[in-house]
């Protein structure tokens, strides 16, 4: 079965430093990869997705992932934290290219420090 | 934002009771899904529906059942709710012209089951 693992549960970074939150997937077929990202009491909104083409993948608010199949990853970097940046973020696939059905990764929450 | 509205946001109810939450959509999307949320669990998938009275089973898909009688709404009903069902449920929806993933969730109820 599809698994996503997200390594570490809790990311603390101070303002303006870089931002690093790890995804790494299972599977022999590169799916499709997504990262979302939820702020307290909301729903998950979509920040960027990975399909096919480009393997650096821009999303909003400055963030940005990189898919490495021989990693079989796509880690989501910031370059400068904001305190809005503040969230938990969730890594997500849809195994093998197929259906419509998103396995979730168990969340990073980042805390950003002033 | 997109139009979902989950109702209610918030219900405590007792074990062994019976509970519907509603998911309406205003966006005509084909997919609806109904997620739980769960500390360290990510989403997890329960039910989603690819139209009118059609629907299939998630990952967690025990003690759930769904109906969809109308695009515009999908139902999740716990027949005989059990204290681990306690948990934050989310609604989704997507449609396959403008991707595969869901696109857009609501803001999520809490569910407590004593």
């Known amino acids: 079965a599809q698994s996503v693992t997200q390594l570490g549960s809790h990311v603390s970074v101070s303002e303006g430093a870089l931002v690093l939150l790890r995804c790494n997937y299972s599977s022999s077929v590169p799916p499709y990869l997504f990262w979302y990202v939820q702020y307290p009491n909301q729903g998950l909104q979509l920040l960027l997705k990975?399909?096919?083409?480009?393997?650096l993948v821009k999303g909003i608010n400055g963030f940005e992932a990189e898919f490495k199949k021989s990693e079989t990853s796509f880690h989501l970097t910031k370059p400068s934290a904001h305190m809005s940046d503040a969230a938990e973020y969730f890594c997500?696939?849809?195994?093998?290219?197929?259906?419509?059905?998103?396995?979730f990764g168990g969340g990073t929450r980042l805390m950003v420090k002033p | 934002d997109a139009g979902i509205t989950q109702s209610p946001r918030h219900k405590v109810t007792e074990t062994g009771t019976p509970v519907t939450l509603r998911c309406h959509q205003t966006e005509n999307h084909r997919y609806m899904y109904w997620y739980r949320q769960d500390p360290g669990h990510g989403l997890r998938l329960i039910h989603y529906?690819?139209?009118?009275?059609?629907?299939d089973k998630g990952e967690v898909s025990d003690g759930y059942s769904v109906s969809r009688s109308k695009t515009e709404d999908f139902l999740l009903t716990l027949e005989s709710a059990t204290s681990s069902q306690t948990s934050v449920y989310f609604c989704?929806?997507?449609?396959?012209?403008?991707?595969?993933?869901?696109?857009?969730f609501g803001d999520g109820t809490r569910l407590s089951i004593l």
């Open positions: 989704a929806i997507s449609d396959p012209s403008v991707g595969n993933q869901p696109q857009h």
């Open positions: 529906s690819y139209g009118v009275k059609d629907t």
């Open positions: 990975y399909t096919t083409g480009a393997t």
């Open positions: 997500a696939v849809i195994p093998n290219n197929a259906g419509n059905m998103l396995t």
